[in-house]
């Protein structure tokens, strides 16, 4: 039996460290194996340099003459903007550089703008931008980015026109907080909405896009609360309330807005001629208008009822103005107002003394303060344990009350505690039902700012409530009433402007009757007689039906100063016995003006005197937000934009406010706009961070947006953070995020990678995980289509004029092709914008600009311009035509995704003669797909040719380092003549796409495959062959092969388990069932194709008789190579390639590793005296001559022991070089 090592036939000397006899092998693979198979430190080894062979030393001479050679062009071109400086300065200073020859000067004419690049000129502001004669070589974002808005916004090309016939197509933009500033959440809606807008402009609708601005009633007052605190040390009740609402006129005057100025830099083509604010004159009728008529008709109400009371702002909020967190046992929380932290999490017991001496009965809360309210204790029906009790009395232990004793089978879970509820109808939810169920007692014991009133006890009067809390729970101790505490789950609301704890308050309030409306509402979006409205996607459908069909009044006043006042007055009546603000409900008048309000008064208290005084609550911010696609277009008031563009067409908001604002635009539009507000409402993602975390300031990984777009450092990040207001922990924990995070700061990525980042991430559903490095790829990928445009103006030349029309059919075949899935990306983007599937539509544009003009096209028709050949005169000019329309026509369609980059290629581009060019490309025509343009039969021979293109490419990839760049002959073996054809009429893409040195065409059974060449097949008709010097990569083939096997196998596997399944017969439809036998008969043929082109290779490497024998992966890590050397044994082959290293073993249980079934299978080993080295393919014992090791072959699934004879007594680990091959012969 002789052994045969495949190996590449480059000699490789190894050292070994005992004996220092030199072994003779072969280099491992068709990479050196010093080079691929370990990480090696900078600075090598006296050791290390004697195992270089000549070849690598001078492959390593070269990299070093390489590198001084790029650091002396980086110093020449340092010199050169050096001099460009100097020259500029002497310019400036009216001095004169050194004079040239006239020779040498006019050829550097065309770059004297910049020496060392070309850079824009200034451009005044709102001026078309002025564009150096030549781009510069890179993009940039900030250049790109300057002058373009301004000049945009001057001209009124974001300006809608009422009075046109173009069809409407209307978007109003979520109003955003007046005291708001960008953040990414801003980012995508703009994004989304300007890539809608512009298309929609681009497609011929008079397109509008209504900028506006919302007061924030309860965000605006805090704001300025504090900052009059600050500055003054005074309180809004201290300067009163006409003093403080002049106070936020100047605040919103001076700092309002920003965010509307900072969305410009994003690009966003809103009509600023329309811009509004919820509390300009305009708005403020409306919401007026809104509010009349609605009480009008019986809509709006005043009750008295249980609100979200926030005790620092002394206001009502809504519910989603609180944010809840859950406790799981006794916590402190710092709350406004405190010195001291305060228990939450505690659930206390205490007993109720039952009148006549009946004993007690326990209770439990975890808000023991509010017992000054309790006005009933509840008890299930059933309880048998409390039957003596119905119709009994407990007395409060502090005042004396005598408190009912009830039946309540809704509230009561009898085996929850001790089965008794305390019953506090004034200040929570579930009790506040129960009062009304069982006609209690309604005993409200806080004051708006949260102190106990004088229902509470002459003990407790004037006490906060969570001092309250402690005074309670001292002087039920006092009374022996007091039975202990224990952890509690629980959850608590929070304010989400003060941060304080939310209270239940029983308050005197105007309401919304939102049964009828909600149902009206609801039937728009679900019921398919009345559909007018739809949701995308359609998931939130059901949302809305659950929110609408469980609706409930909507509580719409606030006792703020900052907002709409109500327009209600109140007639106190000279004989009235309760003088007070609001003590009759009847009393209410409600009416636009004053004047208005005094005659209706005078009507319905006739005869009598009375004094009105308006209500000093305000409207909440979501009714007038409510009202918006009405009061933007000038509603109530009958304008020409009203019957113009209402309704809008499509609405693009968060998820999150579906019923806060959706849902109240839709009843309030239809009940007083007459219709649905837009008939379409697409719900954008939320953004979450890199890992799916919420965005948290805490955290530290809040993104904003200008510092994606400008770029930013580390430490600028970090002095954000140190200039907000988070505690010393809060702000290292956010710095440790920074650090994870943004290692490198942020790159400067531009308004348009921003943008179209955002827009490919919406496939996400309803969360977005923002990489930050997708938006810098992308970035990459604008200084790709700079650079493709740059191709372009080179080889169209200074004289190049357009067609104004094309005929693809006289064109060269890749000319053909790029017009035919140009017009294809067309068909798509388009069909996905009108889905709103934006994501979709962003990668089929950067999929046809980057794999199929930039990949394939620009490199196809480089050998037309390749010198003045006269043979390729014609391709030359059909080429630099499709190139003009490629380029032309997929700036257009990339023009809304991304803004600014395609306005400013787009206005380099020459245009044809003698027709009038458009001012900017926003107003162009979208692309539409052109009939003549598509040729499916040119798609299919492209894909063919480029299907060869990849398997020679992946040939070539399998060459070792010094071949992969030489230009190599190659074959094509078909197995037919059509095939033949088609490779012969390609021959000049392939070779070029491929830089092969030659391609020639043989036919199977008149050319034989040709020798000295690897193979690569490319369809069942077609292989292609590359011819080499020296040998390839196999095993890689082999893999690729192996992994197509595999593939097909769980194909199969899947598509056999659907057709075998239970009812696949009876219940699948006959077509299904035939493509579904069409599949499996083609996964077989594929299957059987490949099996027998993996034995063919194994033939084709040598001697058929040959077996290869993979013996395992190993790896090195420590980098230092020591010895390699070969051993052979046995009747069976056993021989091992080692690689010894010293390092110290991992002393943990070691792991066996054999090969079967294509797959590498590891098992733990049970011999406790073997180490593993990171548990890949051999143990080590621990002899101190001899060292057994034992590693996986490939010999029927069985592991094989290999002996390994080591010259020293000590422990080596064995160490890895790359995949070995052993083969024997008989």
Request: hydrophobic share 40%.
């Given at each position: ?12 000397l ?43 030393l001078?492959?390593k ?97 974001f300006?809608a ?35 809608i ?32 605190m ?38 966003a ?11 300009d ?7 007026t208008e ?37 406790i ?24 109720y ?23 009933a ?25 005598k ?57 407790f ?15 039920l ?73 469980n ?41 636009r ?15 009598k ?6 209500d ?47 849902a ?30 919420k ?19 580390l ?43 955002l ?22 990928w ?7 445009v ?49 994501s ?20 196809a ?48 581009l ?56 030489e ?57 292609v ?35 075998s ?6 219940k ?29 290779l ?66 733990a ?12 393919v ?42 070995f ?6």
């Amino acid at each position: 039996m002789s052994l045969i090592f495949l190996r590449r036939a480059k000699p490789l000397l190894i050292i070994s460290p005992s004996r220092y006899h030199s072994t003779f092998l072969f280099s491992p693979s068709p990479t050196n194996l010093l080079r691929r198979s370990f990480h090696r430190s900078a600075v090598m080894s006296e050791a290390e340099k004697k195992i270089l062979t000549e070849e690598e030393l001078e492959r390593k001479k070269k990299k070093d003459d390489k590198a001084k050679e790029k650091e002396l062009k980086k110093l020449k071109a340092l010199e050169k903007a050096k001099l460009a400086e100097l020259k500029a300065q002497q310019a400036k200073d009216g001095t004169s550089a050194p004079k040239k020859s006239a020779k040498k000067s006019s050829k550097r004419d065309a770059s004297d703008e910049n020496p060392a690049d070309f850079v824009d000129p200034e451009t005044p502001l709102g001026e078309k931008k002025r564009l150096s004669s030549q781009m510069a070589k890179q993009y940039s974002p900030a250049a790109v980015e300057k002058s373009w808005y301004a000049w945009w916004e001057k001209t009124d090309l974001f300006k809608a026109d009422a009075k046109s016939s173009k069809q409407p197509f209307v978007i109003v933009l979520p109003p955003p907080n007046v005291t708001g500033a960008l953040h990414i959440g801003h980012a995508l809606t703009s994004a989304i909405e300007d890539t809608i807008i512009r298309w929609k402009r681009m497609s011929g609708y008079n397109a509008l896009w209504v900028p506006g601005m919302d007061h924030a009633g309860i965000a605006t007052q805090v704001v300025v609360e504090k900052k009059l605190m600050r500055e003054r040390g005074l309180t809004r009740h201290d300067v009163g309330r006409e003093e403080f609402v002049n106070e936020v006129w100047k605040w919103k005057n001076q700092h309002g807005g920003t965010i509307l100025t900072q969305l410009r830099r994003l690009g966003a083509s809103l009509d600023w001629s329309r811009e509004c604010f919820t509390m300009d004159e305009q708005r403020s009728k409306a919401v007026t208008e809104g509010f009349v008529r609605l009480y009008k008709e019986g809509l709006i109400y005043r009750d008295i009822r249980l609100v979200n009371w926030d005790c620092v702002l002394r206001t009502a909020v809504s519910d989603v103005e609180v944010e809840h967190i859950d406790i799981k046992e006794k916590t402190l929380l710092n709350v406004p107002g405190y010195d001291k932290p305060v228990e939450f999490g505690l659930l206390t017991s205490f007993a109720y003394p039952l009148e006549g001496g009946l004993g007690e009965v326990v209770v439990a809360t975890t808000r023991v303060e509010t017992m000054l309210g309790d006005t009933a204790i509840a008890i299930h029906p059933d309880d048998a344990r409390y039957k003596h009790l119905h119709g009994k009395f407990a007395v409060h232990p502090f005042n004396g009350r005598k408190i009912p004793i009830i039946c309540d089978g809704i509230l009561v879970d009898p085996n929850f505690g001790t089965g008794c509820v305390k019953i506090t109808p004034a200040h929570d939810p579930n009790d506040c039902e129960v009062g009304k169920r069982h006609n209690l007692e309604f005993i409200n014991i806080l004051t708006d700012d949260g102190k106990i009133n004088t229902n509470g006890g002459s003990d407790f009067t004037g006490m906060p409530r969570f001092a309250a809390r402690v005074a309670v729970l001292e002087a039920l101790n006092k009374k022996g009433l007091y039975r202990g505490a224990q952890n509690n789950e629980m959850r608590l609301g929070l304010c989400q402007r003060t941060g304080d704890v939310i209270e239940p308050m029983i308050k005197p309030q105007w309401y919304v009757n939102c049964s009828k409306i909600g149902k009206e509402a609801l039937d728009v979006a679900v019921t398919d007689e009345n559909k007018k409205l739809e949701f995308i996607p359609k998931q939130y459908t059901a949302e809305w039906r659950r929110w609408l069909e469980n609706i409930r009044d909507w509580c719409i006043s606030r006792q703020l100063w900052w907002g709409h006042r109500i327009p209600a007055w109140y007639a106190t009546l000279e004989e009235d016995e309760r003088k007070e603000v609001g003590a009759y409900n009847d009393h209410w008048v409600v009416a636009r003006t004053e004047e208005e309000a005094r005659k209706e008064a005078a009507e319905k208290f006739s005869g009598k005197k009375f004094e009105l005084t308006q209500d000093q609550d305000v409207l909440d911010t979501w009714f007038s937000s409510g009202l918006f696609p009405l009061s933007v277009l000038g509603w109530p008031d009958e304008t020409e934009d009203l019957k113009a563009f209402y309704p809008t067409s499509v609405l693009e908001t968060g998820h999150d406010i579906l019923f806060f604002w959706v849902a109240r635009m839709v009843m309030m539009g239809m009940k007083l706009g007459g219709d649905v507000p837009f008939s379409k409402v697409y719900f954008h993602p939320m953004i979450r961070d890199a890992h799916g975390r919420k965005m948290s300031k805490s955290l530290g990984n809040v993104i904003d947006p200008l510092e994606v777009i400008n770029g930013v450092t580390l430490d600028a990040l970090h002095k954000r953070l140190e200039e907000g207001n988070l505690d010393p922990k809060e702000l290292v924990v956010a710095k440790e995020g920074q650090v994870k995070d943004f290692p490198n700061g942020i790159s400067e990525c531009g308004a348009d990678a921003l943008r179209f980042a955002l827009v490919s991430y919406t496939a996400q559903s309803d969360k977005i995980n923002l990489d930050i490095l997708r938006v810098v790829g992308y970035r990459q990928w604008c200084n790709k289509l700079w650079n493709a445009v740059r191709f372009a103006m080179m080889r169209l030349g200074d004289d190049y004029s357009p067609p104004l029309t094309l005929s693809p059919e006289t064109m060269p075949f890749s000319c053909q092709w790029i017009l035919s899935v140009l017009n294809k990306a067309i068909s798509k983007t388009v069909e996905s914008l009108n889905a709103f599937e934006f994501s979709d539509a962003a990668n089929t544009v950067y999929a046809w600009w980057q794999y199929q003009f930039c990949d394939v096209y620009i490199e196809a028709i480089k050998p037309y311009f390749a010198g003045d050949n006269p043979a390729f005169a014609s391709e030359r000019a059909h080429a630099q035509h499709a190139l003009w329309v490629s380029l032309e026509t997929g700036l257009r369609l990339l023009h809304p995704l991304m803004p600014y980059v395609t306005e400013e290629l787009w206005q380099r581009l020459p245009s044809p003669k003698n027709t009038e060019r458009k001012a900017s490309i926003m107003i162009c025509d979208y692309p539409s797909a052109i009939e003549n343009w598509t040729n499916e039969k040119v798609e299919t021979e492209m894909e063919t040719v480029l299907a060869s293109v990849k398997c020679l490419r992946a040939l070539r990839a399998g060459l070792l380092e010094k071949q992969k760049n030489e230009r190599l002959p190659a074959f094509a073996l078909c197995e037919n003549n059509v095939t033949s054809e088609i490779v012969k009429s390609h021959e000049l893409e392939i070779r070029t796409l491929a830089n092969l040195a030659s391609l020639e065409v043989l036919l199977k059974g008149e050319h034989a495959a040709p020798p000295g060449s690897a193979v690569e097949t490319v369809n069942e008709n077609l292989k292609v062959y590359l011819k080499v010097n020296r040998a390839i990569n196999t095993e890689a083939e082999q893999e690729k092969i192996r992994n197509k096997i595999d593939e097909l196998q769980k194909q199969k596997e899947k598509l056999q388990k659907v057709m075998s399944a239970s009812g696949y017969e009876e219940k699948v439809p006959a077509n299904i069932k035939e493509d579904n036998v069409a599949k499996l008969a083609k996964i077989l043929q594929e299957f059987d194709f490949f099996e027998k082109e993996s034995a063919r290779l194994v033939a084709e490497t040598g001697n058929e008789q040959m077996e290869q024998k993979k013996i395992g992966f190993v790896y090195n890590q420590a980098g230092g190579l020591h010895a390699i050397t070969r051993f052979c044994d046995g009747p069976l082959l056993t021989c091992c390639l080692s690689i010894c290293s010293t390092l110290r073993p991992f002393e943990r249980p070691g792991r066996e590793t054999y090969y079967k079934n294509r797959k590498w299978v590891h098992r733990a080993s049970t011999n406790e005296n073997r180490f593993c080295h990171f548990g890949l393919v051999y143990c080590v014992s621990t002899a101190a001559i001899v060292e057994k090791v034992h590693l996986g072959v490939v010999e029927t699934g069985t592991a094989v022991s290999l002996t390994v004879f080591w010259q020293v007594p000590q422990i080596f680990i064995l160490g890895a070089a790359e995949v070995f091959y052993c083969v024997r012969t008989a």
